[in-house]
């Protein structure tokens, strides 16, 4: 199934001066502004240009402004610390002179260690038996929203197939939980393992806040609901590929005073744990 988001384009920064560097912005997208996976794989991108080999450990993240795709997109690089193990640096993107994110990174070098896996991955079909949710809305368009179909029935940022999908999509009140696997099938040809976790921060954007929405409204994208991620925090545990199937296991622990908070855990098919993720996104029925 095709993807809306070339993996060439995702990682399109161009060095733009002293840890400067500018991105592409993408094309119009349902949402109306720039997918903020886009911000977070190209500002970690910046980030590892201007570190040597180091992979990321971790990311903490704020989208403070919508993005417009019509301007232009810079990123500026801070270097806050680099040792023999560590780097950290803090990336704000701006449009106009505008800070519309920022970006914060941790590297670390491998070293020898303990080792656990206290996650264990819950129990799922695997990819090849569940369809792809393009399949899915087409075959119950004449149960859903309007608005599900349009969003749902074309290509997405990602190739997903989401576990279950009746579950949210045609019930109400059941469990804050969203599983659904995904892959990047563009990036095969891409061998450097650091731009595999650029991809993976893009695709783990997709998804994960609306999974506070579930038990509360339908769908969650609707012009009567309003959902918008404000942060963005991830955890690398193990090296990844993006053009291997991968499952988002998303769940939503609370949700209050407008604000639902989301974490996910991010597991190759062999049940090996490839990275934690956690939102927090404005929840808002708009009136009409």
């Given at each position: 199934m095709p993807t809306r988001d070339r993996v060439e384009d995702i990682l399109a920064v161009t060095p733009a001066g002293q840890d400067r560097f500018t991105g592409s912005v993408g094309a119009h997208n349902p949402i109306g502004s720039i997918f903020g996976g886009r911000l977070l794989a190209q500002a970690l991108l910046s980030a590892m240009l201007t570190v040597e080999r180091l992979p990321v450990s971790s990311l903490h993240a704020?989208?403070?402004?919508?993005?417009?795709?019509?301007?232009?997109?810079?990123?500026?690089?801070?270097?806050?610390?680099?040792?023999?193990?560590?780097?950290?640096?803090?990336?704000?993107?701006?449009?106009?002179?505008r800070p519309i994110f920022t970006l914060m990174a941790q590297f670390h070098a491998p070293e020898d260690g303990f080792v656990h896996q206290g996650a264990l991955m819950p129990d799922m079909p695997p990819p090849e038996r569940v369809a792809p949710i393009q399949h899915f809305v087409r075959d119950h368009a004449d149960r859903l929203d309007p608005a599900v179909v349009h969003n749902f029935a074309a290509a997405l940022p990602i190739e997903m197939r989401p576990v279950a999908p009746e579950r949210y999509f045609l019930e109400r009140g059941c469990d804050p939980v969203r599983p659904f696997w995904f892959r990047q099938s563009g990036a095969a040809a891409i061998d450097d393992p650091r731009l595999h976790q650029c991809l993976l921060a893009f695709a783990t954007d997709y998804w994960l806040a609306?999974?506070?929405?579930?038990?509360?409204?339908?769908?969650?994208?609707?012009?009567?609901?309003?959902?918008?991620?404000?942060?963005?925090?991830?955890?690398?545990?193990?090296?990844?590929?993006?053009?291997?199937w991968l499952l988002h296991h998303t769940v939503s622990p609370s949700a209050g005073g407008g604000l639902g908070f989301s974490t996910g855990r991010v597991f190759d098919r062999d049940g090996h744990l490839i990275a934690s993720t956690a939102q927090e996104s404005v929840l808002r029925r708009l009136k009409a």
């Open positions: 704020y989208f403070l402004a919508a993005g417009r795709v019509d301007r232009p997109l810079e990123y500026q690089v801070t270097r806050l610390r680099d040792s023999r193990r560590f780097a950290n640096r803090q990336v704000t993107a701006f449009q106009d002179d609306g999974v506070a929405a579930v038990p509360h409204f339908l769908p969650t994208n609707s012009e009567k609901f309003l959902i918008s991620s404000m942060d963005h925090a991830m955890w690398f545990h193990q090296p990844v590929r993006c053009d291997q």
